[in-house]
C-alpha cells in the first residue's frame, strides 16, 4: 500500500511535533454479543449481559512514543481495571479478550488506575504530548469511565487524534480495522489481538513506521 495524499501526511507530522511525546492508547471493555446462529427473532428476543451503554474499561494499554527520537517507543503503561456495573465478565468477553476473570478481580477501580496513569504520566506534562487511538472509541468510553467514577478525565479529549481516520485519508483507502492495517504496510502482527498493551504497541509501531523520516525520504513504508 503506497501514501496517496502526501499532503495529509504532512499535516499529521506537522501536527504532531508541537509536543514531544505520542501515547498510542487501546482500551478493553465489558462487553457481550450474540450466539452465533439467531435467526432474527431469536437475536430481537435475546437480552445481552452487557448492554453498550453499561460497557466498563477493563484494561489500558500505552505505548508512548518520543516525536523527538524518530517516534521511538521509549516506555509502556498497561494495567487492568475492575468493573462496576457487571464486575462478572462474558464468555465473550474472555474468548474475545483473553482477560479472565481473576484479572479483573485484584484489579484497582478506574479511578485508582487513572491516578496511577497520571502519575507514569506526570514527567511529560513539561514538554507537552498527545495521545491517539485507533477511532474514536477509546476516547469516548474514557469520558464514559470518568464519569460513572465521579472523576475528570485524565487524557483530554482536546488533545487526541483518531489515527484511523488520518490513515485512511493518507492512503485514500477504506477504513481498515488495526490489525489489517498494520498487516497492510508490510508489518506482522504482535501480540494478541483484542488485548490493550499488545494493540497499543502495534499502534506505535504502525505510527512510527508511518512517521519515520526514512519513510518520508523513500516515499514508501516498507509496501511493494
Known sequence: MQVKRWGQLDALRQQ???SRWLLC????????????G???AARNAHVLEVQRHEMETIEIG???LDVQLEYRIVDHFGQFVRPLLRPKL?????GLTGISQSDVDTAERFAAVQEQLGDWLAPRDTEGWRWCSWGDYDRNQLKEDAIR???DVLLDPARHINLKKCFWKIFACRALGLKCAVESIGLSWEGKHHRAIDDARNLARLTQLLLSSDAQRHGRHGMD
Do not use: Q
Open 16 to 18: 504532531l511535533g508541537e
Open 25 to 36: 492508547v487501546d482500551l478493553e471493555a465489558t462487553c457481550d454479543d450474540y450466539p452465533v
Open 38 to 40: 439467531l435467526d432474527e
Open 62 to 64: 500505552i505505548a508512548l
Open 90 to 94: 462474558t464468555e465473550f468477553c474472555t
Open 149 to 151: 467514577a465521579g472523576v
